[in-house]
């Protein structure tokens, strides 16, 4: 049983910052990377930001320059810094375990956060 619990979320005024936690806790082997997606009204889930066990990282290129994932192995958790917010970063924010190893499974999957609101707004 994994459990994945987001954090850090609210409501913050344009050219603002916001800090997103998400721990996953659980009998835990091992995750390959860790994601943060979001979903604003009426759009599709996107890919924000990603990290893996390598340490490298991708970003949607509309955050590039004011997101900063990172991760911290031994407990998993990873964190989104966010800087110089926008009205268009309005959504909720959801983390994502990518194959992910966890006791009582053979196989790896995946996992989803239940999400956080991030509100952009004057």
Known sequence: QVQVVESGGGLVQPGGSLRLSCAASGTIFSIFAMCWYRQAPGKQREL???????????????????????????????FLEMSSLKS???????????????????????????????????
């Open 88 to 122: 268009e970063d309005t959504a909720v924010y959801y983390c994502y375990l990518e194959k992910a190893w966890v006791g009582g499974t053979e196989a790896e999957f995946d996992y989803w956060g239940q999400g956080t609101q991030v509100t952009v707004s004057s």
């Open 48 to 78: 924000v930001a990603r990290i893996n066990t390598a340490g490298t990282v991708t970003y949607a290129e509309s955050v590039k320059g004011r997101f900063t994932i990172s991760r911290t192995g031994a407990k998993n958790t990873v």
